[in-house]
């Protein structure tokens, strides 16, 4: 099946400091990939829809100033955390659609603030 | 909005079939994803079933689909240590998808 990567696997950082996270397909074009945030022992929630040249669609009650969300390309989608703070700490998972069906989601990055 | 429910956990022996159930609310569902998360890893699509059939089987696993009742169930024969995860629903319709809360599945030896 289609692979996702996303890159870092796990950051920690300083609390006032942005984390950026890549999410790329690795073989295939994405023209739809989605950024999720997973609590411990919770569902996916769902923060933003990103198209490939052009501004990301967010969920109610997420923050666009606050989590930056570019999808430059067709394989690439980055979303950065700025000025983190320890409640941003969280299992961010992106995935990725290719215009059929199915999403491929990526092994997510473990964000950790200090 | 649209909203998917499991139960949480569910504790089996090795060897025995697991059955988890889900609801949905969206009628207008054309696909249902049963997805696996193994501990600090992303979602893994065990598999998915369309909205016109009512079973799919797959090897171990069977898909039924009661789109009257909007209930969907995994049914997991022979279950192994190595299938002790969390498994989530997840329906999509016209626009993104929505999951449930996850069902904790433990296998005991």
């Known amino acids: 099946g289609a692979v996702v990567s996303q890159h870092p696997s796990r950051v920690i950082c300083k609390s006032g400091t942005s984390v950026k996270i890549e999410c790329r397909s690795l073989d295939f074009q994405a023209t739809t990939m989605f950024w999720y945030r997973q609590f411990p022992k919770k569902s996916l929630m769902l923060m933003a829809t990103s198209n490939e040249g052009s501004k990301a669609t967010y969920e109610q009650g997420v923050e666009k100033d606050k989590f930056l969300i570019n999808h430059a390309s067709l394989t690439l989608s980055t979303l950065t955390v700025t000025s983190a703070h320890p409640e941003d700490s969280s299992f961010y998972i992106c995935?990725?659609?290719?215009?059929?069906?199915?999403?491929?989601f990526g092994p997510g990055t473990r964000l950790t603030v200090l | 909005g649209e909203d998917v429910e499991q139960s949480l956990f569910l504790s089996v022996r090795e060897g025995d079939s697991s059955v988890i159930n889900c609801t949905y609310t969206d009628s207008s569902s054309t696909y249902l994803y049963w997805y696996k998360q193994e501990p600090g890893a992303g979602l893994q699509l065990l598999t998915y079933i369309f909205s016109n059939m009512d079973m799919k089987q797959d090897q171990r696993l069977t898909v039924l689909l009661n789109k009257k009742d909007k209930h969907l169930s995994l049914r997991i024969a022979d279950t192994q240590t190595g299938d002790s995860a969390i498994y989530f629903c997840?329906?999509?319709?016209?626009?993104?998808?929505?999951f449930g809360d996850g069902t904790t599945l433990t296998v005991k030896p």
């Open positions: 995935s990725a659609n290719a215009g059929g069906s199915e999403q491929f």
């Open positions: 997840a329906e999509k319709g016209a626009g993104k998808s929505t």
